[in-house]
T-cell receptor, first 112, second 109 residues
Framework: DGGITQSPKYLFRKEGQNVTLSCEQN?????MYWYRQDPGQGLRLIYY???????QKGDIAEGYSVSREKKESFPLTVTSAQKNPTAFYLC???????????FGPGTRLTVT | DAKTTQPNSMESNEEEPVHLPCNHS???????IHWYRQLPSQGPEYVIH???SNVNNRMASLAIAEDRKSSTLILHRATLRDAAVYYC??????????FGSGTQLTVLP
């Protein structure tokens, strides 16, 4: 089946630790995105990438880092510099030139 | 970025039509109007999008005002599975989506 996978669904970390969230897609999409969602709010863009080995900061990139070494993978690292990392993280992808983004199921990160 | 305004919540009866409004008075000529919906603890799902003309697909219809300052998402027969948060979003030339807080649709049996 084609789609976007994010793992794990739930992730728990201690404060001060870096953590990497996985996002993989087999849709052959060029563009990939990371969003953060806090309770009762809409999604906010963290980073996006339109081609391999290139990515751009979104609206709230501070405290996060990404890489895009392969077309199908776009991992997000939540660093210890992110002051409030507990949130629901969503990955999306789309074909260049297309309108709709396809979202993964999300990873709920809790940092204590 | 152009913004959208939606009611926080709406209710509908099952099997009746639902009209979800959205205001976007600062929309630019190149912004597309997108609608997504999100169930609890899931990723958003694309519903429909349009630029100037009304659009129909298997999920919904999108009615766009002539001046493009507002639009309405129409679900022709609401089902319990349509209960979700519906986001009206303007997509700019960069292709980025800026999500607001959306409308929580409750469908009553």
């Amino acid at each position: 089946d084609g789609g976007i996978t994010q793992s794990p669904k739930y992730l728990f970390r201690k404060e001060g630790q870096n953590v990497t969230l996985s996002c993989e897609q087999n849709l052959n999409h060029d563009a990939m995105y990371w969003y953060r969602q806090d309770p009762g709010q809409g999604l906010r863009l963290i980073y996006y990438s339109q081609i391999v080995n290139d990515f751009q900061k979104g609206d709230i990139a501070e405290g996060y880092s990404v890489s895009r070494e392969k077309k199908e993978s776009f991992p997000l690292t939540v660093t210890s510099a992110q002051k409030n990392p507990t949130a629901f993280y969503l990955c999306a992808s789309k074909r260049l030139g297309a309108g709709e983004q396809y979202f993964g199921p999300g990873t709920r990160l809790t940092v204590t | 970025d152009a913004k959208t305004t939606q009611p926080n919540s709406m209710e509908s009866n099952e099997e009746e039509p639902v009209h979800l409004p959205c205001n976007h008075s600062t929309i630019s000529g190149t912004d597309y109007i997108h609608w997504y919906r999100q169930l609890p603890s899931q990723g958003p799902e694309y519903v429909i999008h349009g630029l100037t003309s009304n659009v129909n697909n298997r999920m919904a219809s999108l009615a766009i005002a002539e001046d493009r300052k507002s639009s309405t998402l129409i679900l022709h027969r609401a089902t319990l599975r349509d209960a979700a948060v519906y986001y009206c979003i303007l997509r700019d030339l960069r292709g980025q989506l800026t999500f607001g807080s959306g409308t929580q649709l409750t469908v009553l049996p």
